[in-house]
């Protein structure tokens, strides 16, 4: 058995994420999400969808890097 590196969880069906030359290991999906996923500058959500990237920074949608001052920022139709 693994342990959650979120929560804590001691448990049979962990898995492993393995990212930029490491590897984390979670209890469930919204650990995961938790632990890696970007978080948007503007609104604070957690970016589990493509999210946009601007002058490295991140962001969910163009809208709110458009917020942020980002110009030229759409998003794909």
């Not at 898995?15 to 609104?43: L, N």
């Not at 601007?54 to 980002?70: I, L, M």
């Given at each position: 058995?693994?342990?959650?590196?979120?929560?804590?969880?001691?448990y049979g069906m962990t898995f492993e994420v393995h990212a930029q030359?490491?590897?984390?290991?979670?209890?469930?999906?919204?650990?995961?999400?938790?632990?890696?996923?970007?978080?948007?500058?503007?609104?604070?959500?957690?970016?589990?969808?493509?999210?946009?990237?601007?002058?490295?920074?991140?962001?969910?949608?163009?809208?709110?890097?458009?917020?942020?001052?980002?110009?030229?920022?759409?998003?794909?139709?």
């Amino acid at each position: 058995m693994a342990t959650c590196e979120v929560c804590g969880n001691d448990y049979g069906m962990t898995f492993e994420v393995h990212a930029q030359g490491a590897v984390h290991v979670f209890d469930c999906f919204s650990c995961a999400i938790h632990r890696m996923a970007p978080v948007c500058e503007h609104c604070r959500v957690s970016i589990i969808g493509q999210g946009v990237e601007v002058e490295g920074q991140w962001f969910c949608g163009a809208h709110c890097a458009r917020e942020e001052g980002k110009v030229g920022i759409v998003d794909k139709v």
